[in-house]
Each structure stands twice: as C-alpha cells, then as structure tokens.
C-alpha cells in the first residue's frame, strides 16, 4: 500500500523561480490537504480540496496555487518562491468528514534561496 | 474557530520514568482530538484518537491520552518511558461539524529521553 506519495522530498530553488509539489493518493479518498511544517508553528493549513473539482483557502494560502487534477492527485504552486517559503511541506488526505483517517506523506523539504 | 495549546515546548525525562504532555483545546462542537508523533526527519504517525467515544484512549506504544472536556484538556501519557519516545509530538484538534474536516494542530512539544 503507497498511501499519500509526494514528490519530490527534496528540492532547493532560487528567490523568484516556481515549481510545482505533487501529492498522489492511492486509497480512494474524498479530502485532500497541503500543509507547511516550519519549527515551533506546529503544521498550519495551506489549502484543502473537499472533494474532486473543488478547492478553499486554509490558514496560509498567500504565494500558493493547488490544483485538484482528479481524486487521487493535488498538487501546490508556486509561481514565484520567496524565501519564506522555506518550509516542510506534507500532503494528506482523508476519506471522512471527521478526519479519523487521516494519512500524511513523508513530506518535502524545500529551501528557497 | 478551534485551537491548541501545548503547554509545553520540551520536557526532559530519564529512561524509565512516566511521561506527561500536557494539551489544552478550545472548540466550538464536540472536537475529535488526536496525538501525532514526528520522528527526527520522518513524517507524521498518528498515535491515538478521541472520538466521542471512551474518555481514556489507548494508543500504540503504550501511549494514553484522557479527555476531561471540564479542563478543555487532552494530556498525553506513558507510564515508563523508552529511548525511542524521543520525538516531537503534535496535539491536533479537528472539529467534524464545521464543515470538511481540516486539522489544528499545536505548535508541538520536544521529548527528550535520557539514559
């Protein structure tokens, strides 16, 4: 079982560049999340997909773009990378409102410089 | 709106000795409350869930959390402590009757074991 995969788990970009992170689950769920991982914040939400086709603002949505391609892939935005965008970024996804089932990927590490 | 607060950035025990970490939340509805832990460089492994079901929750690793909705509270607990508890650890809120279910999370608390 894959689970939440992401792509890639590593990256380093210069001020100004985009690039696009990619989220791909492979167990049917209705929900999708973006967070962002930074030490001492905790994870805060950066955007969040319901269900296919649709897609809301979470805590921190400034200087991203997410695009829910089909059920299984989300993927985050952005089109030009400041260095506060340095960060841990984690997709996950869960099948039910409640959130009992939530399943996080393994992250990416991203450096702007 | 819900929050979190760990009361807490770190806490330091010996190997062997109980382990508490300490949650409080506020929330509108009846929150469902979860622990995560995070080890060094891995991502997140959900360790327990309240649900609205028993008040004392059993997680893996021997981890319990009780929900005291008087206190607002959702502390984490072990009664012996391992050298491979030593992580960081989330306390989430998620509110299920706001709408699509998103996740709150503290802003964590460092474990550290020492031998």
């Known amino acids: 079982n894959a689970g939440v995969t992401q792509t890639p788990k590593f990256q380093v970009l210069k001020t100004g560049q985009s690039m696009t992170l990619q989220c791909a689950q492979d167990m049917n769920h209705n929900s999708m999340y973006w967070y962002r991982q930074d030490p001492g914040m905790g994870l805060r939400l950066i955007y969040y997909?319901?269900?296919?086709?649709?897609?809301d603002k979470g805590e921190v949505p400034n200087g991203y773009n997410v695009s829910r391609l089909n059920k299984r892939e989300f993927s985050l935005r952005l089109e030009s990378a400041a260095p506060s965008q340095t960060s841990v970024y984690f997709c996950?996804?869960?099948?039910?409102?409640?959130?009992?089932?939530?399943?996080f990927g393994s992250g990416t590490r991203l450096t702007v410089v | 709106a819900q929050s979190v607060t760990q009361l807490d950035s770190h806490v330091s025990v010996s190997e062997g000795t109980p382990v508490l970490l300490r949650c409080n939340y506020s929330s509108s509805y009846s929150p469902s409350l979860f622990w995560y832990v995070q080890h060094p460089n891995k991502g997140l492994q959900l360790l327990l869930k309240?649900?609205?079901?028993?008040?004392l929750v059993k997680g893996i690793n021997g981890f319990e959390a009780e929900f005291k909705k008087s206190e607002t509270s959702f502390h984490l607990t072990k009664p012996s402590a391992h050298m491979s508890d030593a992580a960081e650890y989330f306390c989430v809120v998620s509110d299920p009757n706001s709408g699509y279910s998103t996740l709150t999370f503290g802003k964590g608390t460092m474990l550290l074991v020492s031998p």
């Open positions: 997909s319901a269900s296919e086709g649709t897609t």
């Open positions: 309240y649900t609205s079901a028993a008040t």
């Open positions: 996950a996804s869960t099948f039910d409102r409640a959130g009992n089932s939530y399943t």
